[in-house]
């Protein structure tokens, strides 16, 4: 659908052609006819296409490289397991990486340019202990280039500063035609391209035959700097062409889990009267008349057999009580019809999008931590569930205290974490572990108990991944309900006026 200006909308017929997916290798077979270049129709920003029910949604990766931007699209984009995924790389040692991903398709060894054909791709050298820095820095790039210098061609040995020794011929084909003989006027398109210096001979190409009437968002990236045929003028003039149209190029840049629009695509969505403070830690409970109270959570790992044994338990215990169940994205995302379950039950909040060795995820950067964050917080909204409790499964760093309080959430953390880690010092061989069950109960409690009475109440946790947590639970809420003198409240509760 064209876009013109006065908000008037123009269909064009498909031009004949193939949408391929559902496969891991392809390589781009299309009809061989010319497709007639069409006028360059500018396009407003203001005019929102009203698309129909048929539509598709098309995410088109060219310089895919390790599938970083498969895995940032699909944890972090808005409905981005709605797309269909088409992957370009002209480095066929990658393949592997796109093994795990559905509704995706790779064309690999393949080259996006302007024209169809046959080029030599100059890829890195695989990595040894000996190997040299690449362009100055230690790193492994991987992917690679259609465009080197007179010195990168010649050094076959070593590859120039970018230690391109790797080639290897691939096909090419004319990317504006290949979108407009696979694509739909009608699909949602989202064009990303950091295809090294490749950009400017395709965006040429897309202006003069107006395939940029397929495309409705563009990422990537320019590089002024690679040596292609192109003057700098020339480069120039391109990318004032395609921003005339309506086309500024946004920035992604998957290596560092971001994207220019990152913070517009995700705005806070915690309501304003959500009780409880951003940038505090949650320990302990606010104390009403002098009674000390307890917040019950459950800290839900990554094997649903051991989460569901806890959880139903708690979920069968008379009288009910309050808990509130922390969970992982990609638990969710595995199992959404059971946390679905468990919301109608308990309050549910989130941990992180997935487990890290012990010790880790207090060291991950700041973008890493948002994208943890960000894609949890999906995984929950896919399922219609809100996001307002953050327990994260390690010590809260700066940058994790500094991702609650910018989305807005409520960090939450147990007084006494009950996973029964060896190191512990109460939790010996000889002090537990070689106790039958039932002798390891009361110990156990024991230790619950004595971190109560120190911190007078608060927060307590159960881990799902230790076997003892089910083994207790019902004894625990037994004592609590029965024989102490605490009061067992809600999350809201817990940290309202704290």
């Known amino acids: 659908m064209a876009r013109l200006a006065g908000g008037i909308s123009i269909h064009k017929a498909l031009i004949p052609g193939m949408l391929m997916f559902g496969v891991f290798f392809v390589i781009s077979l299309y009809s061989k006819s010319k497709c007639t270049p069409t006028t360059t129709i500018e396009r407003p920003d203001i005019y929102t296409v009203n698309r129909t029910s048929t539509e598709r949604k098309i995410f088109i990766d060219c310089g895919a490289n390790v599938a970083s931007s498969v895995q940032l699209f699909r944890e972090t984009y808005p409905g981005g397991k709605e797309f269909i995924i088409h992957s370009f790389e002209i480095d066929d040692r990658l393949a592997p990486y796109f093994k795990a991903y559905s509704n995706h398709v790779l064309h690999c060894p393949v080259g ?3 024209k169809d054909g046959i080029m030599t791709a100059y890829s890195e050298s695989a990595w040894s202990p000996d190997k040299d820095k ?112 309506g086309f500024p190029l946004l920035e992604w840049v998957a290596e560092y889990r971001t994207y220019s629009d990152f ?19 949650y320990r302990r409970c606010s104390a009403e008349d002098g009674k000390p109270r307890v917040a019950l959570t459950i800290e839900v790992g990554m094997t649903r057999k051991l989460a569901e044994k806890v959880v139903a338990a708690a979920m069968a215990y008379i009288p009910q009580i309050p808990i509130t169940l922390f969970v992982y994205g990609d638990f969710v995302d ?9 919301a109608r039950r308990f309050e549910v909040g989130i941990r992180g999008n997935h487990p890290y ?50 989305r807005q959430w409520r960090i939450i953390k147990p007084i006494r974490n009950v996973k029964f880690v060896f190191t512990e010092p109460l939790l010996t061989v000889a002090k537990y572990y070689k106790y039958r069950d039932v002798e390891r109960v009361p110990k156990a409690l024991r230790i619950i108990d004595n971190q109560l009475l120190r911190s007078n ?17 019902v004894f625990l809420l037994d004592y609590l309900v029965e ?16």
């Open 112 to 114: 996006v340019t302007s």
């Open 134 to 245: 690449n362009n100055g820095k230690d790193m492994q790039w991987g992917g690679g280039t259609l465009f080197v210098d007179d010195f990168e061609r010649a050094d076959e040995t070593g590859g120039g500063k970018r230690k391109l020794t790797h080639r290897k011929g691939v096909s090419t084909i004319d990317l504006s035609m290949w979108i407009q003989r696979n694509i739909q006027i009608e699909d949602y398109v989202i064009l990303k391209l950091d295809v090294e210096g490749a950009e400017f001979e395709i965006f040429q190409k897309m202006l003069k035959d107006g395939t940029f009437k397929w495309i409705d968002k563009l990422y990537g990236e320019y590089h002024f700097h690679q040596p292609i045929q192109f003057s700098q003028s020339k480069k120039m003039a391109i990318k004032y062409e395609v921003e005339k149209r």
């Open 263 to 281: 913070g517009d695509l995700h705005p806070i969505k915690v309501k304003p009267e959500t009780r409880g403070k951003t940038g505090i830690v």
């Open 334 to 342: 595995e199992y959404p019809n059971l946390v679905r379950s468990w």
């Open 357 to 406: 060795p012990h010790g880790h995820v207090e060291m991950i950067m700041g973008n890493w931590a948002k994208e943890a964050g960000i894609s949890t917080e999906l995984r929950m909204e896919e399922i219609g569930l809100d996001t307002k409790f953050y327990m994260p499964p390690c010590d809260v760093t700066d940058i994790i205290l500094a991702q609650g309080r910018h």
């Open 457 to 473: 109440g608060g927060v307590l946790s159960l881990d799902t991944d230790h076997p003892d947590s089910y083994m207790i639970i």
């Open 483 to 498: 024989n102490s003198d605490y009061q067992l409240v809600t999350m809201d509760d817990c940290i309202d006026g704290t």
